[in-house]
């Protein structure tokens, strides 16, 4: 697992020795000083600080962060900052003079840090200069030397400015981007070096989304709101990547702790929950439900792993005492999880389709038509979720010892991609779950000798076993839904009872196709294939691609 802290951080910068620039892996710290002092840079450490690197750390790196915090709604007053050299033999044991713009990165994530509580790999290097008070950023020199260093010390995660869009390129010469282009080839195997073009970039690339869930929740800085535009400065989106959406990021850092099967973690967070939640003296709506949820659709192995999915009386205390008379019918799941009552469940979670209205203008329809069922919106709403919810789901092993835990797993698993997809199902216990999953699974092997071809591959596995199981049961009921999703848009956006409107639409397909029909369809009537535009359309999804290149020529 990889080290992280809070407010710490590294940093790569050079220091000349005679007439040779040296390259060097220092640490940088941050503290938030909220002591009364109105300075807003207080400096530690060994490190020499030129005077308008000073001025420019207050001014620029730290106006950045305080901008961010004040939208975050935390008040720290200053910093204090140190930087110490962790490679003395490059330096001959002589302090750092900072009179570069290389440490700008690494003081912002160590501040940043510092007052979210959130914290930073330790394996990890970054190095630019931060233009402006808005987070731009710029590229420095001695780029090659820097990732030499950092390779050197086993550093796995090499940040830097963009080369393509940097105005500061015009300062470097060709042979400096040569340099800059084979080093970073040379050690891209063994580490991974990583472009940015603002501080939101970086903080999208370094900070984990669940340690901010629980950073969020234990410094006071959760909340539940929309996320901000993420068309603004690259203030504005790292405010984003910090507040959007903190009660889905606090379900999945709950499911990630017991799918790792992290206790200290999931326990960690459930209590800060907890304690946010009675601080602010209100009822989380539906959470009983959602966490009984949650704890049926992990694999057996882990659910059955002992208080790894527990919640305390104590918890389950403090929760009521939040409770109103609309949350009592909630209240019954909590004190069933506390009571390690967890086989009975009512879980209704319900999908909100999204209705795309038409237009007077068949063009435009068409147009939407297309789009709604094309290859790439079909993932991006349909695929894309059930790729993810596969991905996230953690098995201990690929075989199971019997036929009642091959069933008890694919149960699970089911119940864990309905909650990741939204779908419409209730569930009361696993017995009844098990009546929807194994003939689902059955259905996905109906080609492969069905239900009994999976239990044999389970129990005897020869091409993956359990994890090749939950690949092919995924990928059915992904087909299974783009299908379904498809039909819906269509049935959505053609009134059957509009004839008019479905003859305009048949004809521009065929006007739209042109040669690329038969002959003896070019002139064909529209109101020919009029009742049959669904099927049409259906039939031009298949090969939506060609549709598509064609739609971006006409």
């Known amino acids: 697992m990889t080290p992280k802290a809070i407010g710490k951080t590294r940093a790569a910068l050079v220091v000349t020795t005679g007439t040779q620039a040296v390259a060097v892996i220092t640490e940088v710290t941050a503290q938030a000083i909220n002591d009364g002092n109105t300075e807003r840079l207080r400096i530690t450490g060994p490190a020499q600080w030129d005077t308008q690197i000073q001025q420019h750390i207050e001014e620029t790196v730290l106006e950045c962060v305080q901008r961010i915090l004040k939208k975050v709604n935390i008040t720290v007053n200053g910093f204090e900052i140190s930087i110490a050299n962790l490679n003395v033999s490059a330096t001959q044991n002589r302090p750092i003079a900072i009179s570069g713009f290389s440490a700008d990165l690494p003081i912002f994530l160590a501040a940043l840090s510092a007052a979210t509580q959130v914290p930073l790999p330790q394996n990890m290097v970054a190095t630019g200069h931060i233009a402006d008070p808005n987070g731009h950023t710029r590229l420095v020199h001695h780029l090659p030397e820097k990732i ?35 080093k970073r080839f040379q050690h891209q195997n063994h580490m991974r070096i990583q472009s940015i073009h603002d501080i939101a970039d970086l903080i999208e ?57 992290n206790t200290e973690r999931s326990r960690r967070t459930l209590e800060a929950f907890i304690t946010h939640q009675t601080y602010t003296g209100q009822y989380p709506k539906n959470f009983g439900a959602d966490l009984h949820s949650l704890i049926l659709s992990l694999p057996p192995l882990i659910r059955q792993k002992e ?28 004190f069933e999880i506390a ?21 007077d203008d068949a063009d435009r329809l068409l147009n939407q038509i297309l789009f709604e069922i094309s290859d790439e919106n079909l993932a991006k709403e349909v695929g894309n979720h059930y790729d993810h919810a596969r991905n996230t789901y953690r098995l201990e092993k690929i075989t199971a010892e019997n036929e009642e835990e091959f069933h008890n797993t694919i149960t699970a698993f089911y ?36 239900i009994r071809a999976a239990t044999q591959e389970a129990l005897h596995p020869t091409h993956g076993g359990l994890r090749t199981i939950l ?45 690329n029909l038969p002959g003896h369809l070019h002139n064909a009537p529209p109101e020919q294939y009029a009742n049959h535009l669904t099927e049409l359309l259906q039939t031009l999804a298949d090969n939506i691609g060609g549709i598509a290149a064609y739609l971006k020529r006409v």
């Open 205 to 261: 690339t370094t900070i984990d989304p669940d340690d901010i869930a629980i950073a969020a929740l234990e410094t006071g800085y959760y909340q539940d709101q929309a996320s901000l535009s993420t068309n603004g400065t690259p203030i504005d989106k790292t405010v984003n990547l910090i507040l959007m959406d903190h009660r889905k990021r606090f379900w999945n850092t709950l499911e990630h702790a017991y799918l790792e099967g």
């Open 307 to 334: 208080n790894s999915t527990t919640l305390s009386v104590d918890q389950a205390s403090r929760i009521a005492q939040l409770a109103t008379h609309e949350n009592h019918d909630d209240l019954k799941h909590i």
């Open 339 to 359: 009571a390690g009552k967890i086989s009975e469940s009512t879980w209704p979670i319900i999908k909100e389709m999204q209705t795309n209205q038409g237009t």
């Open 148 to 182: 030499e260093a950092a390779a050197q010390q086993g550093i796995t995660h090499f940040i830097h400015p963009a080369l393509d869009t940097d105005p500061s390129l015009e300062n470097l010469t060709p042979r400096e981007l040569d340099r800059i282009r084979e």
């Open 415 to 450: 119940l864990h991609l309905m909650r990741h997809l939204h779908h419409h199902i209730v569930v009361t216990d696993l017995e009844q779950a098990a009546t929807q999953a194994i003939p689902t699974l059955d259905q996905a092997y109906q080609n492969q000798g069905g």
């Open 471 to 515: 690949d092919t049961l995924t990928n059915h009921l992904k087909h299974q839904h783009i299908h379904d999703y498809r039909t819906t848009r269509l049935t959505q956006a053609i009134n059957p009872l509009d004839h008019q409107l479905k003859i305009t639409l048949t004809k521009k397909i065929l006007d739209r196709l042109g040669d």
